[in-house]
T-cell receptor, first 117, second 114 residues
C-alpha cells in the first residue's frame, strides 16, 4: 500500500515564476492538506481540499491556489514566486469522517523542496 | 483559536539516558493531539496520537506521551534514547469537532550524544 507521494522532490525557480506541485494521497484517503515548512520552523497550514473543493484556508495570499481531482490527488500552485516562498512543501492525506468532517490522523508525504532564486 | 507551544527548541541528551520533550497547547474545543518526527531532508512521520480514551499513549520506537487536560500538556517521553533518535520532533493539535487544520509547534531538536 503506497503512502502519500509527492512530485517533484526538488525544484528551483526564479522570482516571478509560477510553480505546480503534485500530491497523491494514501489509498483510502479522500482529503488532502498542504503545508509550508520554512527552514527551522514547524509546518504552516496552507489549505485543505475535500470533494474537489477548498474547505479551509490558512493565512496565505491568493498567489497560493490548489485543485483536487476526482481521484483525490491534488496540486498546489504558487504564482509570482517570491524569495520567501522557498520552503519544504508538505502534502498530508486523511479520511474525512461523519457530518462534522472530522479527521483523525494525517499522513505526510516526503515533501517538495522549493528554492526560489 | 488553537496554539501549540514546544517549550524547548533544543534538547541535548546522552545515549541511553531518559528524555522528555515538552508540549503545551491551548484550545477552546476538544482536541486530538499528535507527535511527529522529522529526520533530515524527510517528511513527517507519525510517532503517536491521542484521540480519546487512555491518557497514556504508546507510540513507535519506544516513545510514549501523556495527555494532561488540566495542564493542557502532551509531553513526549522515552526511557532510553539511541543515537538514531536524533531528529526534529513536532507536537500538533487539531479539533475533533470539525475544524480541519492541524496546528504545529515550532519543533524541538533532540540531539543524542554518544
Amino acid at each position: 500500500d503506497a503512502g502519500v507521494t509527492q512530485s517533484p522532490t526538488h525544484l528551483i525557480k526564479t522570482r516571478g515564476q509560477q510553480v505546480t506541485l503534485r500530491c497523491s494521497p494514501k489509498s483510502g484517503h479522500d482529503t488532502v492538506s498542504w503545508y509550508q515548512q520554512a527552514l527551522g520552523q514547524g509546518p504552516q497550514f496552507i489549505f485543505q481540499y475535500y470533494e474537489e473543493e477548498e474547505r479551509q484556508r490558512g493565512n496565505f495570499p491568493d498567489r497560493f491556489s490548489g485543485h483536487q481531482f476526482p481521484n483525490y490527488s491534488s496540486e498546489l500552485n504558487v504564482n509570482a514566486l517570491l524569495l520567501g516562498d522557498s520552503a519544504l512543501y508538505l502534502c498530508a492525506s486523511s479520511q474525512t469522517i461523519g457530518v462534522l468532517g472530522t479527521q483523525e490522523t494525517q499522513y505526510f508525504g516526503p515533501g517538495t523542496r522549493l528554492l526560489v532564486l | 483559536a488553537q496554539s501549540v507551544t514546544q517549550l524547548d527548541s533544543q534538547v541535548p541528551v546522552f545515549e541511553e539516558a531518559p528524555v522528555e520533550l515538552r508540549c503545551n497547547y491551548s484550545s477552546s474545543v476538544s482536541v486530538y493531539l499528535f507527535w511527529y518526527v522529522q529526520y533530515p531532508n524527510q517528511g513527517l512521520q507519525l510517532l503517536l496520537k491521542y484521540l480519546s480514551g487512555s491518557t497514556l499513549v504508546k507510540g513507535i520506537n519506544g516513545f510514549e506521551a501523556e495527555f494532561n487536560k488540566s495542564q493542557t500538556s502532551f509531553h513526549l517521553r522515552k526511557p532510553s534514547v539511541h543515537i538514531s533518535d536524533t531528529a526534529e520532533y513536532f507536537c500538533a493539535v487539531s479539533s475533533n469537532t470539525g475544524g480541519f487544520k492541524t496546528i504545529f509547534g515550532a519543533g524541538t531538536r533532540l540531539f543524542v550524544k554518544a
